[in-house]
């Protein structure tokens, strides 16, 4: 039997994480398939957008390479 669990999106939030972890592993121990959708908010995602904006122009500009003159 297929299986889906929803559950939300967030790196540090653990205890998320260990309660879709155990309820995905009492499934396969009952013989389901499992998959799982995560479900981010707009907020979370508009900041993980500007993280990646950020730390990808701050890798640019460490990472330049010196001016030929």
């Known amino acids: 039997m297929k299986v889906s669990i929803v559950s939300l999106y967030g790196y540090f939030n653990y205890g998320n994480r260990l309660q879709n972890y155990a309820v995905q592993e009492i499934l396969k121990g009952l013989g389901c ?3 799982v959708i995560y479900i981010q ?3 979370e995602r508009i900041r993980e957008q500007l993280k990646r904006f950020y730390f990808s122009k701050a890798v640019g500009i460490l990472i330049r390479p010196e ?3």
Request: hydrophobic share 35%.
């Open 33 to 35: 398939n499992t998959t």
């Open 67 to 69: 001016p030929v003159l």
């Open 41 to 43: 908010t707009i907020k």
